[in-house]
């Protein structure tokens, strides 16, 4: 088993990914928690790649990372990659992007996730990304997953991803088709059994 280190101190993105990946090759773990990555990237690519790369060659082993975030048409793309910037708790960010839109009949938005994988010297050598688009709620409805989900609604279905339950959103979701685009591109790698 190859091990790939995941660029993030949050075990639980360490077992979404697990879910992912699973019986992919890979041996996954957390990064160093004294290993601090700054996101100064402008786009979700160049964060999920600085972020791999750095602690790649920060431990001298694989590594993965995932940046993602809400770009809301009428708000010019934004909170996008000032997502989980964009106030204190997910409460004062779903109210600041409430706000800001206000009566706005345009809702479109969208999120998008790229995940980017850094060999042991810091080159990256997969990319994907996903992509989910939606609408704005005028109110947060449910109260499952994190972040913005009681205030999206993806095209075509009738309920916000906190209403989902996790296999549901992992099915439509922004994460969800980037690791799907990331599993199809991981046999060109040679060193995983998927
Ligand atoms: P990061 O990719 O861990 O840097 O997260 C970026 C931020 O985007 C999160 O803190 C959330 O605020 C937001 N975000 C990303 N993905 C989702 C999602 O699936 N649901 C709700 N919010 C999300």
């Known amino acids: 088993m190859t091990l790939l280190v995941v660029a993030t101190g949050n075990p639980g993105k360490l077992r979404e990914m697990q879910a992912y990946l699973s019986d992919c090759g890979w041996e996954l773990t957390l990064k160093p928690e004294d290993l601090e990555i700054e996101e100064t990237g ?3 690519a160049a964060n999920a790649c600085l972020k791999a790369s750095q602690v790649a060659q920060a431990t001298g082993n694989w590594a993965i ?6 770009q809301v048409d009428a708000l010019n793309g934004a909170p996008g990659v000032y997502s989980a910037r964009y106030a204190k708790t997910d409460g004062d960010r779903i109210a600041r992007v409430l706000k800001e839109l206000g009566d706005t009949p345009n809702r479109q ?3 998008v996730c790229v995940v980017a994988i850094a060999r042991p010297d810091g080159t990256i050598a997969l990319q994907s990304e996903g992509v989910c688009r939606g609408q704005i709620l005028h109110a947060p409805r449910g109260s499952g997953g994190f972040g913005y989900d009681p205030i999206f609604c993806p095209q075509d279905k009738q309920l916000t991803f906190a209403e989902m339950t996790p296999e549901l959103k ?3 979701s922004h994460r969800g088709k980037a690791f799907a685009a990331l599993l199809q591109k991981l046999p ?7």
């Open 170 to 172: 992992r099915s439509v």
């Open 65 to 70: 990372a995932d940046d993602s975030g809400l």
């Open 188 to 194: 060109h790698l040679n060193n995983t059994h998927c």
């Open 42 to 44: 402008d786009t979700f």
């Open 109 to 111: 938005a969208q999120f």
